[in-house]
T-cell receptor, first 117, second 112 residues
Framework: GAVVSQHPSRVICKSGTSVKIECRSL??????MFWYRQFPKKSLMLMAT?????????EQGVEKDKFLINHASLTLSTLTVTSAHPEDSSFYIC?????????????FGPGTRLTVT | SQQGEEDPQALSIQEGENATMNCSYK?????LQWYRQNSGRGLVHLIL?????REKHSGRLRVTLDTSKKSSSLLITASRAADTASYFC????????????FGSGTRLSIRP
């Protein structure tokens, strides 16, 4: 099946620094990718829709200046957490849409665990 | 707010028994999907059922969809220890077939 990778898998950073997380579709081109955030033992919360070549669409309550998304190519989307604070610590997961015949299937990356100290 | 709510929040059963998880949602949907997540890992797509379908099978999985009640169920038959995971339903709304919203999830534990 289609493969989506994320890098890094884990990152620890100090408060006030910025962290970039990459999401790559390895064997298909994805015009659309999604970024989710997941707190411990909770569900996934959709943060934004990343479209190649255009600005990301953010969900209500998600700060676009805080979570910068760049979909630079058909296989790469990046999420940058700017001026990170401890409350930004979370599990971040991306997904890429695989353009199938009937439905638009999503394939998920393995996630990135961010810890802000 | 999340589209779906799942119950139970947690379920513990003996290996070999069947596990049933339920999902309810609020608005019209294009399709509903079920995912599995092992602790601290990414999601694995299990099955997708379209709004015009009522039941779907895949191996030991059986999914039903009742659009009149805005609910779905996931049945795992003959459970195994490896089925221990969190299970999430996710709905794709009519307005955007690819954007999906996740339910609250059910944590399933299979006792050996």
């Amino acid at each position: 099946g289609a493969v989506v990778s994320q890098h890094p898998s884990r990152v620890i950073c100090k408060s006030g620094t910025s962290v970039k997380i990459e999401c790559r579709s390895l064997d298909f081109q994805a015009t659309t990718m999604f970024w989710y955030r997941q707190f411990p033992k909770k569900s996934l919360m959709l943060m934004a829709t990343s479209n190649e070549g255009s600005k990301a669409t953010y969900e209500q309550g998600v700060e676009k200046d805080k979570f910068l998304i760049n979909h630079a190519s058909l296989t790469l989307s990046t999420l940058t957490v700017t001026s990170a604070h401890p409350e930004d610590s979370s599990f971040y997961i991306c997904s890429a849409v695989f353009p199938g015949l009937e439905t638009l299937e999503q394939y998920f990356g393995p996630g990135t665990r961010l810890t802000v100290t | 707010s999340q589209q779906g709510e799942e119950d139970p929040q947690a379920l513990s059963i003996q290996e070999g028994e069947n596990a049933t998880m339920n999902c309810s949602y609020k608005t019209s949907i294009n399709n509903l999907q079920w995912y599995r997540q092992n602790s601290g890992r990414g999601l694995v797509h299990l099955i997708l059922i379209r709004s015009n379908e009522r039941e779907k099978h895949s191996g030991r999985l059986r999914v039903t969809l009742d659009t009149s009640k805005k609910s779905s169920s996931l049945l795992i038959t003959a459970s195994r220890a490896a089925d221990t995971a969190s299970y999430f339903c996710a709905t794709a709304l009519y307005s955007s077939a690819s954007k999906i919203i996740f339910g609250s999830g059910t944590r399933l534990s299979i006792r050996p």
